[in-house]
């Protein structure tokens, strides 16, 4: 299977340096610092990708289930909030909200939230991601 990866490099100290994250593969350079990770600053930061990450893998993961299942999707658009937070041993990421909404004619409601819970168990980012609380709002358009 692949190996991906991505590299970051951080200039300073944590509140006034800055740094720049760049994807392997190219699609995305972008420049991240204490304000845009700990306040609201211009640039990106960590959980941002984390959440694109999850998103993407996500919706691949769930609208491979419903093909598998006879169900193929028009669309599977999902959001993913990732929660950074300040507590006694420093920043945590104690939870990721899912919000997913899909187009899957002809699916009852029932099947598609057992479709959409396993593909939150299943696919690899959630895996990786176990440490957190990963909640789902799934709906059907």
């Excluded at 760049?22 to 984390?50: C, H, Q, V």
């Excluded at 997913?100 to 396993?118: N, Q």
């Amino acid at each position: 299977m692949a190996v991906r990866k991505s590299n970051a490099e951080w200039q300073g100290d944590l509140k006034s340096g800055s740094g720049r994250m760049r994807l392997g593969s190219g699609a995305y350079e972008g420049a991240f610092s204490f304000r845009s990770r700990f306040e609201e600053g211009d640039g990106s930061n960590p959980e941002e990708l984390i959440a694109a990450a999850h998103a993407g893998c996500f919706s691949m993961a769930l609208s491979n289930m419903l093909a598998e299942a006879g169900h193929a999707p028009e669309s599977v658009r999902t959001e993913a909030h990732v929660h950074l937070e300040m507590g006694a041993d420093g920043p945590s990421i104690p939870r990721i909200e899912l919000v997913t909404v899909a187009r899957v004619p002809g699916l009852s409601e029932a099947d598609f939230l057992r479709h959409a819970e396993a593909a939150k168990a299943g696919c690899p980012v959630s895996k990786v991601l176990a440490g957190a609380e990963i909640s789902l709002d799934a709906s059907l358009q």
